[in-house]
């Protein structure tokens, strides 16, 4: 086939939304946060419009959830960049019955424009990230960042599976 030439695919190909800091803003610190909130507002969006009891419904063995997914995740980023203690881990994947999609969505988000104000304030990512007292020495920013990225996208990926089961929606 020629160079000019592109194969055809069998359905159209979709353009990726790459056009925010991570993609247009120099520096580590852009780069890392771009990808971070890429993956924020993708998870975000995996549990948008999933109904009751569907969202909160565990899809998989574990117990894991859609709902839970974004429970989790704000409790991670309020350990990791607020400094707050998580007193168990596990029981964050566990929404309560009277938490509600709206309310937990709209605590991630603050807790993201939280963390993003405090990493906004973050000049050498060699320093140290904040850390509940008691906890041993803090890591640094770049690999909280770094971490947050791989946790973040690590759940997206259970999200894209779990929403695949309830109603078939795909991609990002």
């Given at each position: 086939?020629?160079?000019?030439?592109?194969?055809?695919?069998?359905?159209?190909?979709?353009?990726?939304?790459?056009?925010?800091?991570a993609?247009?803003?120099?520096?580590?610190?852009?780069?890392?946060v771009?990808?971070?909130?890429?993956?924020?507002?993708?998870?975000a969006?995996?549990?948008?419009?999933?109904p009751?009891?569907?969202?909160?419904?565990?899809?998989?063995?574990?117990?894991?959830?859609?709902?839970?997914?974004?429970?989790?995740?704000?409790?991670?980023?309020?350990?990791?960049?607020?400094g707050?203690?998580?007193?168990?881990?596990?029981r964050?994947?566990?929404?309560?019955?009277?938490?509600?999609?709206?309310?937990?969505?709209?605590?991630?988000?603050?807790?993201i424009?939280?963390?993003?104000?405090?990493?906004?304030?973050?000049?050498?990512?060699?320093?140290?990230?904040?850390?509940?007292?008691?906890?041993?020495?803090?890591?640094?920013?770049?690999w909280?960042?770094v971490?947050?990225i791989?946790?973040?996208?690590?759940?997206?990926?259970?999200?894209?599976?779990?929403?695949?089961?309830?109603?078939?929606?795909?991609?990002?």
């Open positions: 086939m020629p160079a000019t030439e592109r194969p055809t695919s069998p359905r159209p190909r979709r353009r990726r939304k790459d056009t925010g800091p993609w247009t803003s120099p520096g580590e610190k852009a780069t890392l771009g990808f971070l909130d890429y993956l924020r507002d993708s998870i969006g995996k549990v948008a419009d999933v009751e009891p569907q969202v909160r419904t565990a899809g998989v063995p574990s117990g894991t959830s859609l709902l839970g997914l974004i429970r989790h995740l704000g409790h991670v980023e309020r350990f990791y960049f607020l707050e203690p998580i007193v168990d881990l596990r964050t994947l566990r929404p309560d019955p009277q938490e509600t999609v709206d309310g937990l969505l709209a605590d991630y988000r603050e807790t424009a939280r963390a993003n104000e405090v990493v906004d304030g973050w000049t050498d990512l060699a320093g140290p990230a904040p850390r509940p007292p008691g906890r041993g020495l803090p890591p640094t920013q770049r909280v960042l971490h947050m791989e946790e973040t996208a690590r759940h997206a990926g259970h999200a894209d599976i779990l929403r695949e089961q309830i109603d078939g929606s795909t991609g990002r």
